[in-house]
């Protein structure tokens, strides 16, 4: 039976069309969910896409966080539902207390967009396990409030418990704290992330590579072996 990979709208997401191809690319099926919709469709895993939900207002994924689909979401993540946020959805994933910490505006204050080094920390999560530990990747950037913050007690606690699942490399594009780039929480199902794999599946999008596409076929290697 082929996985079902749900892929949430909401209004001002962009990626969401990119992140179905990237699905379909790696052997999954994607089902379309409208920020509207509290039933899943029976989905094996989810993804909240990149954009500027609701345009940012108020603070990027803060009004997000409380439409319809996210309580359905919220409560089949922390019963195992596996559960990625790009960008836009790394916000909503924070606003929506299922990733710690928060999300500020970059550190220099202007949109930035460029390919990103990063190097992969935890390859145990739902969503990283056909990476290699130590690994260097290059995925595509593009944030306006992708400045990652915590207080030093979850910092200690994220490093401690080898929950930075991605960090910056060569550069730290917006100033996020420990360099960090994306984070899992402590049972791995639901992992966040400010740069975009969906852009990198395909050798002629995006950076050229495809560093991105192991997101996608970690989850459904999980989900054939579950």
Same mark, same amino acid.
């Given at each position: 039976m082929?996985?079902r990979?749900?892929?949430?709208?909401?209004?001002?997401?962009?990626?969401?069309?990119?992140t179905q191809?990237?699905?379909r690319?790696?052997?999954a099926?994607?089902?379309?969910?409208w920020?509207?919709?509290?039933?899943l469709?029976?989905?094996?895993a989810v993804?909240?896409?990149g954009?500027?939900?609701y345009g940012?207002?108020?603070?990027?994924?803060?009004?997000?966080?409380?439409?319809?689909?996210?309580?359905?979401?919220?409560?089949?993540a922390?019963?195992?539902?596996?559960?990625?946020?790009?960008?836009?959805?790394f916000?909503?994933l924070?606003?929506?207390? $299922?990733? *710690?910490?928060?999300?500020?505006g970059?550190?220099? %204050?202007?949109?930035?967009? @460029?390919?990103?080094? &990063?190097?992969?920390?935890n390859?145990?999560?739902?969503?990283?396990?056909d990476?290699?530990?130590g690994?260097?990747?290059?995925?595509?950037?593009?944030?306006?409030d992708?400045?990652?913050v915590a207080d030093?007690?979850?910092?200690?606690?994220?490093?401690?418990?080898?929950?930075?699942?991605?960090?910056?490399?060569?550069?730290?594009?917006?100033?996020?704290?420990?360099d960090i780039a994306?984070i899992?929480?402590?049972a791995?199902n639901?992992?966040? $992330?400010? *740069?975009?794999?969906e852009?990198?599946?395909?050798s %002629?999008?995006?950076?050229? @590579?495809?560093?991105? &596409?192991?997101f996608f076929?970690?989850?459904?290697?999980?989900?054939?072996?579950?």
């Open positions: 082929t996985a990979i749900g892929v949430v709208t909401f209004p001002g997401s962009l990626d969401d069309r990119d191809r990237a699905i690319v790696a052997g099926e994607p089902v379309a969910l920020h509207k919709d509290k039933d469709k029976q989905v094996d993804v909240l896409c954009g500027f939900s940012d207002y108020l603070r990027a994924g803060a009004i997000a966080r409380f439409s319809p689909v996210m309580d359905t979401v919220i409560d089949q922390k019963a195992g539902l596996p559960v990625l946020g790009i960008c836009n959805g916000q909503i924070t606003e929506a207390h $299922l990733l *710690p910490g928060g999300m500020l970059n550190d220099h %204050l202007h949109f930035i967009c @460029r390919d990103q080094k &990063l190097r992969v920390e390859v145990d999560t739902a969503w990283t396990t990476y290699e530990a690994q260097e990747i290059h995925i595509p950037l593009k944030n306006m992708g400045r990652y030093r007690y979850t910092l200690d606690k994220l490093e401690a418990e080898g929950r930075v699942a991605f960090r910056y490399l060569d550069v730290n594009p917006n100033g996020s704290l420990n994306g899992t929480n402590e791995g639901v992992v966040g $992330l400010m *740069p975009h794999p852009h990198a599946v395909e %002629l999008i995006g950076t050229g @590579r495809t560093d991105g &596409l192991p076929t970690s989850i459904l290697k999980k989900l054939v072996n579950a």
